[in-house]
């Protein structure tokens, strides 16, 4: 998921995306524990949109903070 596709998503669709992908990195940790997983770069790149989310998230925060403030 690029950063431009999380930022086209609303705060309640981030929010069910990024328990999504929370999900499926516990997943994915577990098939690498239990040797099923073929693929490590996996774990990467969910970590990644993981970290995605959260910055479109903090970034809308503090627009909110700015906004109100004014």
Do not use: C, G, P, Y
């Not at 516990?26 to 995605?52: C, G, H, P, V, Y």
């Amino acid at each position: 998921m690029q950063i431009s596709e999380v930022r086209e998503l609303k705060n309640d669709e981030l929010q069910k995306e990024l328990l999504n992908q929370e999900r499926a990195l516990m997943n994915l940790r577990f098939r690498s524990a239990t040797m099923q997983l073929s693929d490590f770069t996996e774990i990467r790149k969910t970590r990644k949109a993981i970290a995605r989310i959260h910055t479109v998230l903090r970034e809308r925060e503090i627009v909110a903070e700015m906004n109100s403030d004014e």
